[in-house]
């Protein structure tokens, strides 16, 4: 069935997004910086890719204890998650630097997580940061039948529960891109003509989802089994690394979303939703720990989801400077600006939203 076409509403009595870009533009001529990243983004980008690599080349080239060998597999699945949030990101948005071919080059990392650029590019870019929250069109809060995200998802037994289970089922992520979720996705995406940017020739996308594949298995199963790892160990290993990563990646996305303070509004009968696309996004967003160090350097400034919702197209390590204008400019025009002080806060509020939503709703 083809999905609704949706239209936002142009009418901004307040000249929130003008006044917000005209702010931030002024921000960037006035200090004479540019919006992409900085020595700071590639510093840490070294820093994320040796969490990475540095546990697993332990792992394959020294006689650990098993103990140390799962401690390893743990920190390179932070890594591997650091490398998702603060290098793919930015550069697949197209803000790690000015040059093209450094962010095509470092958007490619997301193969490292086990995805492909091209579902990436067409489920985040289009689809999610175009229709935040929106259900039926932003597929980062459809997680099927398990876990109920959005009150507008049919309401199951099993949700009653799901406070419970879900966070054990969030480490599930990657190792979900890495079996089934990509082709499931570029058949999808595919037949309905999706991208973002060129369109790119279906048997290209297919051969490069398959090699992409084969190489990733090459690398992380085949290779410590050759080096004479038993098979168990090399399962054991891949698990608690990706398990880690998609716990973190899980974790960090559910605390922007599904929040009590964020709404998840639906269209007209004709497919126009109540606000602008910047208003909504104000509405449907949400911070958290925005004074915490180390929550803006790990997460890639993903703690400030209503700056990057806004300017995806700016490297997150101007978010905490754009922050203060976003707020201001918010606050003059009326609008919300959703934040919790605390990582635990929000993990809280999140946990208080899957109660609420596992709980049968009133349909009278």
């Not at 509403?9 to 990243?37: C, H, M, P, Q, W």
Request: charged residues 15%; hydrophobic residues 45%.
């Amino acid at each position: 069935m083809t999905k609704q076409a949706l239209t936002f509403s142009r009418t901004d009595s307040a000249k929130f997004f003008r006044t917000l870009n005209k702010r931030v533009n002024d921000y960037f001529k006035e200090n004479n910086i540019k919006r992409t990243g900085n020595w700071k983004l590639y510093l840490k980008a070294v820093i994320m890719f040796a969490l990475l690599i540095v546990p697993v080349a332990l792992v394959l080239s020294v006689d650990l204890p098993w103990w140390a060998q799962i401690l390893c597999m743990i920190v390179t699945g932070i890594g591997m998650a650091g490398v998702g949030m603060n290098v793919m990101h930015d550069a697949n948005h197209g803000s790690f630097s000015s040059k093209k071919w450094v962010n095509k080059l470092m958007g490619s990392s997301i193969y490292v997580l086990a995805g492909n650029d091209y579902n990436w590019k067409v489920q985040h870019n289009v689809l999610h940061h175009t229709y935040t929250n929106i259900q039926g069109h932003d597929e980062d809060i459809d997680a099927g039948r398990i876990i109920r995200f959005s009150k507008h998802t049919k309401w199951l037994r099993i949700h009653k529960y799901q406070r419970f289970y879900a966070f054990f089922l969030y480490g599930l992520l990657t190792a979900n891109w890495a079996i089934t979720t990509d082709f499931i996705q570029s058949a999808k995406y595919l037949k309905r003509k999706l991208a973002y940017g060129k369109f790119p020739n279906p048997a290209t996308q297919w051969t490069k989802l398959i090699i992409g594949k084969i190489i990733y298995y090459l690398i992380w199963i085949v290779l410590p089994l050759s080096l004479g790892f038993a098979w168990w160990q090399v399962l054991i290993g891949f698990f608690v690394m990706h398990y880690t990563a998609g716990i973190i990646l899980s974790v960090v996305f559910q605390l922007a979303h599904v929040m009590p303070n964020t709404e998840m509004p639906e269209p007209d009968e004709n497919g126009n939703m109540k606000n602008t696309w910047a208003i909504h996004q104000l509405y449907t967003t949400s911070n958290f720990s925005p004074k915490s160090w180390l929550a803006e350097f790990y997460t890639g400034g993903l703690n400030r989801q209503v700056e990057h919702h806004l300017f995806a197209h700016i490297s997150h390590i101007h978010y905490s400077k754009l922050a203060k204008i976003v707020k201001q400019t918010a606050k003059e025009c009326s609008l919300p600006y959703n934040e919790y002080s605390t990582f635990w806060q929000a993990v809280s509020e999140h946990y208080n939203q899957l109660k609420t939503l596992g709980k049968k709703p009133n349909y009278a």
